[in-house]
């Protein structure tokens, strides 16, 4: 049910982390599907077993759809200043964490990508971000 509700909010900042959610979603749905499966192949539970089969089908080819519709939002590949791997992030978000090491990133005013501490600042990032002696 959790899941369910950070979909709707859009707690989510990144397309790994809406995967993530959906998935985490959709791993009961394809259970209770299996279970249904397996009472239509029993002679006395046949008709529960269809039933459930119908309705988490119809649930499971919504919440395909519902995916589909929130991976068509606009969104753009930034690289993380900290590991450097490239995050697909979704547009109108202030601030996310890397897909890959987790850490806070948020915008600066050109819109950017910048570490969210000010401790990372002091550190060179490249060869070409050390000083000249």
Do not use: H
């Amino acid at each position: 049910m959790r899941a369910i509700t950070r979909l709707y909010r859009g707690e989510y900042a990144t397309v790994r982390q809406l995967e993530q959610q959906s998935y985490r979603l959709l791993k009961p749905l394809v259970v209770v599907f299996g279970v249904g499966v397996l009472l239509c192949l029993t002679s006395l539970l046949t008709v529960v077993g269809a039933i459930v089969c119908a309705v988490t089908g119809v649930l499971l080819v919504g919440v395909f759809v519902w995916m589909i519709q929130l991976q068509k939002r606009p969104r753009r590949d930034l690289r993380c200043p900290y590991c450097t791997n490239k995050n697909s992030v979704f547009t109108g978000i202030e601030q996310f964490d890397c897909d890959f090491c987790e850490r806070p990133i948020r915008f600066d005013e050109k819109g950017a990508p910048v570490p969210a501490d000010d401790s990372y600042q002091s550190r060179p990032t490249s060869v070409y971000d050390l000083p000249v002696k």
